[in-house]
């Protein structure tokens, strides 16, 4: 199993400029999860899924947009890129009954400039 | 906000030594778990202890936990050069303050075990 990847792993934009970063897990997981994680910093959650076809807004959503027209994938979008997104964003991913540990894919480097 | 606050934010031992990392929150709380996050890369569980439990151990990992005083500690025992990592704490608090399954993260603990 490749547990849980992220495409790509950097990348450069420029202001204005729109991307999508693509999270994929291979565990069946139902829940799905985006941060970002700025210097110094801990986690900060984005949007979340708790199963295909349904997001939710997290701590801080303003600016993004998030896709989960399969259960194995989880796409958040960037319309309008703008230098406060210059972040590293992470992908994760758990089992909703069970085990509460989620998995977390290697991070994407996002730089708006 | 965080959740979670960890102290100290960056802790420097010798090789062998013990490590422990606190970290404190503010609301009711389903499991706090630790997780490890090794430069440039993503966060690794380690261990999640559940509200109900006050103390936890895995391997060289002691966790335990205060809910009457909303703290938690992660001890980390004759650590090893490879230990050098930032050390966060989460809490989940099953959705019953936040209204959704998802972790709230602290800011972390650096740790550098030095050979």
């Known amino acids: 199993n490749a547990g849980v990847t992220q495409t790509p792993k950097f990348r450069v934009l420029k202001t204005g400029q729109s991307m999508t970063l693509l999270c994929a897990q291979d565990?069946?997981?139902?829940?799905m999860y985006w941060y970002r994680q700025d210097p110094g910093m801990g986690l900060r959650l984005i949007h979340y899924s708790v199963g295909e076809g349904t997001t939710a807004k997290g701590e801080v959503p303003d600016g993004y947009n998030v896709s989960r027209l399969k259960k194995q994938n989880f796409l958040l979008g960037l319309e309008s890129a703008a230098p406060s997104q210059t972040s590293v964003y992470f992908c994760?991913?758990?089992?909703?009954?069970?085990?509460?540990?989620?998995?977390f894919g290697p991070g994407t480097r996002l730089t708006v400039l | 906000s965080q959740q979670g606050e960890e102290d100290p934010q960056a802790l420097s031992i010798q090789e062998g030594e013990n490590a422990t990392m606190n970290c404190s929150y503010k609301?009711?709380?389903?499991?706090l778990q630790w997780y490890r996050q090794n430069s440039g890369r993503g966060l690794v569980h380690l261990i999640l202890?559940?509200?109900?439990?006050r103390e936890k151990h895995s391997g060289r990992l002691r966790v335990t936990l205060d809910t009457s005083k909303k703290s938690s500690s992660l001890l980390i025992t004759a650590s090893r050069a490879a230990d050098t990592a930032s050390y966060f704490c989460a809490t989940d608090d099953g959705g019953l303050d936040t209204g959704r399954r998802a972790l709230t993260f602290g800011s972390g603990t650096r740790l550098q075990v030095q050979p």
């Open positions: 565990m069946n997981h139902e829940y």
């Open positions: 202890i559940r509200s109900n439990e």
């Open positions: 609301t009711s709380i389903n499991n």
């Open positions: 994760a991913s758990r089992i909703s009954r069970g085990r509460d540990e989620q998995f």
